[in-house]
């Protein structure tokens, strides 16, 4: 059972850190053309969702907007597993896209390599950049996210859980520990 420890950012922090974020993405790419954004299954997509609305609110234009199921593609699952009912869906052909990969925590960075593992096998994008709500380091490889909601140094033993609406009907980020 977790045990939730401390409030990290509420349903404000996060919408003002998705506002920065959409905000750093098109300064950095210098507007919105030729970018696209790919959610990772599941809170990720929710996340690419928000940012693709909230570049739409500023830029007044709508980016493609795909989602990455990695299931299979990670290093740390047994093969012998079946798939949990998520789809990868990129209705968008990538080459020469600047794809924005969207995720809601950045830990080890092993995620974040299959699904670069995962997107190289459906296109081949002139770059991925890495968006994160929350950034909590203690990385296994060298991966690091271009835009960051928030950095939260944490315990190897903790855990931060981005808590959505369309999940967890709340908007919040905690940190906490799993209890027997």
């Known amino acids: 059972m977790f045990r939730e420890r401390a ?4 349903d404000d922090d996060m ?12 300064e950095k790419n210098k ?6 954004l790919i959610g990772v299954r599941k809170r990720g997509v929710h996340l690419a969702v928000r940012i693709k609305q909230k570049i739409a609110e500023i830029e ?19 093969m012998q597993i079946k798939s949990p009912g998520y789809q990868t869906e990129i209705p968008f052909d990538m080459t020469g896209k600047q794809i924005i990969l969207i995720d809601d925590v950045l830990y080890t960075g092993r995620t974040t ?23 909590r380091g203690h990385r296994e490889l060298p991966i690091r996210a271009d835009y ?7 315990a190897g033993k903790e ?7 369309e999940e967890d009907k709340k908007d919040e980020v905690v940190v906490g520990e799993e209890s027997e």
């Open 31 to 36: 507007g919105a053309s030729d970018l696209a």
């Open 15 to 26: 919408n003002r850190a998705l506002t920065r974020i959409a905000h750093e993405i098109l």
């Open 7 to 10: 409030t990290i950012l509420t």
């Open 60 to 78: 007044g234009t709508e980016l493609p907007l795909g989602t990455l199921d990695i299931t299979f593609y990670r290093d740390d699952v047994d």
């Open 113 to 135: 390599r299959a699904a670069m593992d995962a997107i190289m096998d459906y296109g081949r994008p002139s770059s991925i950049q890495l968006a994160v709500m929350i950034d």
């Open 148 to 154: 960051v909601g928030k950095n939260i140094p944490t």
């Open 159 to 165: 855990e931060v859980r981005v808590k959505l609406i």
